[in-house]
């Protein structure tokens, strides 16, 4: 296979060179608080030049018992959340890209009320990233493609959907992740033209399937967001070393917002969030606590980069 890349993700307009943004959260149970706490760090993001801003998977609610994030979906494009998020982008004059919220779909097959006959799973919901142009406009979506269903021995997952079982003997409790009992499957890549490039939209555990990275810039794109919720255990273990891997195979930016801290259910998530550029260089990370970092996106540099060191066209 010997593809080359479209040159669309190559394109930036001849002023100085864009800033994005990520951000870092400890999203709580209080939907409206943590509404006004994305609200105060958009601005902070806003202040320091950003054009564009990435929040967090999970970023609106982060429920005490794991598994019912669902109950706050809405209807795709409607909703008082959705509006709220819409005039967050709006007020800052940036653009947002909402890490992921419960959102129903029914042009996709996801319906809040299944009926007699409705397919199979119907009444689940689909797991969106949202993207608000600086006018609040929602502009794109992506429904999440890889839920996390597995078990592990003793803790540590990339999922927002966590049962814990207990049990008397003295073996390591065993953890259950399964994200598909609240979520149905996306099924098609996505991407979106924006003021700092083209970005392929992904969320967290689709990470770990490098051949969905492949595609997005075999599409044209110049940067990936990875918006994440990765528990502390698999975030020590592979949280940065995929987002490396991911931005040094493709050469493009990577923007990874992540959750932090404790959260109501008890699970503890990694943080250390990062921007990351194409030649894998870590040019801005958060390791713990709520906050925003920026860097500046230079695709002259990235069509530089991809010119000198052809990687791309070599594929066999």
């Not at 939907?31 to 801003?53: D, M, P, S, T």
């Not at 839920?147 to 390591?172: A, E, K, R």
């Not at 003021?195 to 939209?201: F, H, V």
Request: charged share 20%.
């Amino acid at each position: 296979m010997n593809k080359s890349i479209p040159p669309q993700n190559i394109k930036q307009n001849k002023q100085q060179a864009p800033i994005a943004a990520v951000i870092q959260l400890n999203t709580q149970d209080d939907v409206a608080e943590n509404i006004k706490r994305i609200a105060y760090w958009v601005k902070r993001a806003k202040e320091q030049g950003a054009a564009l801003a990435v929040l967090p998977e999970n970023c609106i609610y982060m429920p005490k018992v794991q598994g019912q994030a669902k109950l706050i979906a809405e209807a795709l494009g409607a909703g008082h959340v959705q509006s709220e998020l819409a005039g967050i982008a709006k007020e800052n004059k940036l653009w947002l890209i909402v890490g992921a919220f419960p959102t129903w779909d029914a042009a996709a097959g996801s319906v809040k009320d299944s009926t007699k006959g409705s397919p199979k799973d119907s009444h689940k919901a689909f797991q969106t990233s949202l993207v608000y142009n600086e006018s609040g406009k929602l502009v794109a979506h992506y429904h999440k493609r890889h839920l996390f269903d597995v078990t592990l021995p003793s803790g540590g997952s990339d999922s927002s959907q966590h049962n814990s079982h207990n049990n008397h003997s003295s073996q390591p409790k065993a953890e259950s992740y399964r994200e598909s009992d609240a979520f149905l499957r996306g099924q098609y890549n996505q991407y979106v033209d924006t003021p700092i490039g083209r970005i392929g939209l992904t969320i967290c555990y689709d990470l770990r399937f490098p051949e969905q990275y492949r595609a997005l810039t075999e599409q044209g794109c110049a940067l990936f967001s990875i918006p994440a919720a990765f528990t502390h255990a698999t975030g020590a273990a592979h949280w940065e070393v995929l987002m490396r891997a991911r931005a040094i195979e493709n050469q493009c930016y990577v923007l990874a917002s992540a959750q932090t801290g404790t959260h109501p259910s008890g699970r503890q998530t990694w943080g250390h969030s990062m921007i990351i550029n194409p030649w894998g260089e870590v040019l801005a990370v958060l390791a713990d606590g709520e906050g925003v970092i920026c860097a500046t996106i230079d695709l002259p540099a990235l069509t530089r980069l991809r010119a000198q060191f052809p990687v791309l066209t070599h594929r066999q």
